[in-house]
């Protein structure tokens, strides 16, 4: 079921129009009052029972990210207001992260990575041995293995697989995820000493 409802104006050729012709700092967009707020607070309380002090300040981007080596989360700015997620539908012929559990789930992978820089943890050589080098060339285009049970499942494409600072992303967020019953779940698995390490980091 779509987020968005088709209950805009009847008028939205001329509305696409204005909102194409607008700059971004034109639209005014914040995270307070927005759908968004209630996901970046339930973030928060994941992390404060899971006793991770951090909390990574969460802001408006062009896409989903977190800037190398600086633990901030940044949201797709669309998802902010529900004109904007239909005109991203529209152009984009789909959107990342349309439902609230999806856009949740994605919150988790990035507070993965700004807890690995916040901590410098690809700095150590024990993330080194379980992860690989943090150094290893950024491939968009990469060739994953469905059936590797190296890595943990958490966003689609068998994302881990992509680089050594996704896999510990992901590997997080199956960590952080409430509902992820990991300790079951990966007990048989490869990656599970993974996960057993970020059970001990956070707890350190």
Request: aromatic content about 16%.
């Amino acid at each position: 079921e779509r987020v968005f409802t088709e209950n805009l104006s009847e008028n939205w050729t001329h509305q696409r129009e204005v909102l194409l012709k607008k700059k971004f700092a034109e639209f005014g967009l914040k995270l307070e009052g927005t759908r968004l707020q209630p996901l970046v607070d339930e973030l928060y309380r994941e992390l404060e029972s899971a006793r991770i002090t951090f909390r990574s300040p969460v802001y408006l981007a062009d896409e989903w990210g977190c800037p190398e080596a600086t633990p901030i989360i940044g949201i797709p700015f669309y998802l902010a207001d529900e004109k904007l997620m239909r005109l991203e539908d529209e152009i984009m012929e789909g959107i990342e992260a349309e439902s609230d559990e999806d856009i949740l789930s994605y919150l988790r992978h990035e507070a993965g990575h700004t807890f690995n820089y916040a901590y410098k943890l690809y700095a150590t050589e024990e993330w080194h041995k379980l992860f690989g080098p943090y150094s290893r060339p950024y491939r968009e285009n990469y060739k994953p293995n469905p059936f590797s049970r190296n890595f943990v499942r958490h966003l689609p494409g068998w994302y881990a697989q992509k680089h050594p600072d996704e896999d510990f992303a992901e590997t997080f967020a199956v960590w952080l995820d409430p509902s992820s019953n990991w300790r079951e779940v990966y007990q048989d698995w490869g990656c599970y000493k993974k996960l057993e390490y970020v059970d001990r980091m956070a707890k350190t």
